[in-house]
């Protein structure tokens, strides 16, 4: 193979992102979170569905969707796509996915938390005048500390929404096949620090800390504390090794 035939097959704009059967999948997957974050919401706000247990359907629900860049990996029958495709599309749908986490929830949490969030009295419940904080309360009634004052999770969260822009800005690059080493390296960048800071932040030091923050049972341990946060342990060395391997090796 040439190298002109070399650059081209790697270019993500040849490639055909969200087609067929995985475009059904992450449709759904991003309605649901939608559907979590407008309907779910609302109708707890009104006192139609109480905080609890809607919080705990609303986390596995989101826990479950937060994978559907693995869809990427997915091909339509009589699809024929390389593997370089197949990464390409898993990078561009993981950074999309973490871009809009961290510039939807994790920038009004930021934002709130001191003034807004710290004062809320209970991990139990909400008063009716606290159930406006119903999504971020969803995730504090299980890790407390997204709740309380903890400067250092604030400080790391803080951290977060800063590449949140960077995130979009690259799938933008990857969409209008322009700056494509520039998308790479941002999202290799952005995602060994998520990793690092989620995995050190999140777990080691709860896990040191002998899970003393950690509150609301089997759905704060293994849905909002254990199941929320792994796709940032997991995906992100992922996403970051993949967008090294295509920059170093296949562009």
């Not at 994978?67 to 990996?73: K, Q, R, T």
């Not at 909400?126 to 995730?139: I, T």
């Not at 799938?171 to 941002?186: G, N, P």
Request: hydrophobic share 45%.
């Amino acid at each position: 193979m040439s190298k002109a035939d070399h650059v081209a097959v790697s270019a993500f704009g040849l490639m055909d992102c969200g087609r067929g059967v995985r475009g059904v999948l992450y449709g759904i997957c991003f309605t649901l979170l939608f559907l979590w974050a407008t309907l779910g919401y609302f109708l707890v706000y009104i006192q139609y569905l109480p905080p609890d247990p809607t919080d705990d359907y609303c986390g596995i629900t989101a826990f479950l969707c937060l994978w559907l860049s693995v869809f990427a990996f997915v091909d339509n029958p009589g699809e024929k796509r390389t593997r370089i495709q197949r990464w390409e599309e898993f990078i561009t749908m993981w950074v999309l996915t973490s871009g809009l986490a961290q510039v939807f929830w994790e920038l009004p949490f930021v934002l709130w938390k001191v003034r807004y969030l710290q004062p809320i009295k209970s991990t139990k419940t909400l008063e009716v005048d606290e159930l406006w904080a119903w999504p971020f309360w969803m995730y504090g009634s299980g890790d407390t500390r997204y709740m309380r004052q903890h400067s250092s999770s604030h400080a790391t969260e803080t951290m977060l929404v800063l590449s949140g822009p960077f995130e979009l800005a690259a799938v933008a690059m990857f969409k209008a096949r322009r700056h494509y080493k520039t998308a790479l390296l941002i999202s290799a960048l952005t995602h060994w620090g998520f990793f690092w800071a989620n995995t050190s932040v999140i777990y080691i030091a709860e896990i040191y800390d002998n899970y003393e923050n950690i509150t609301d049972g089997w759905a704060g341990y293994w849905v909002k504390w254990a199941g929320l946060n792994l796709q940032w342990s997991v995906l992100s060395p992922i996403c970051t090794f993949a967008s090294l391997w295509l920059l170093c090796g296949k562009v």
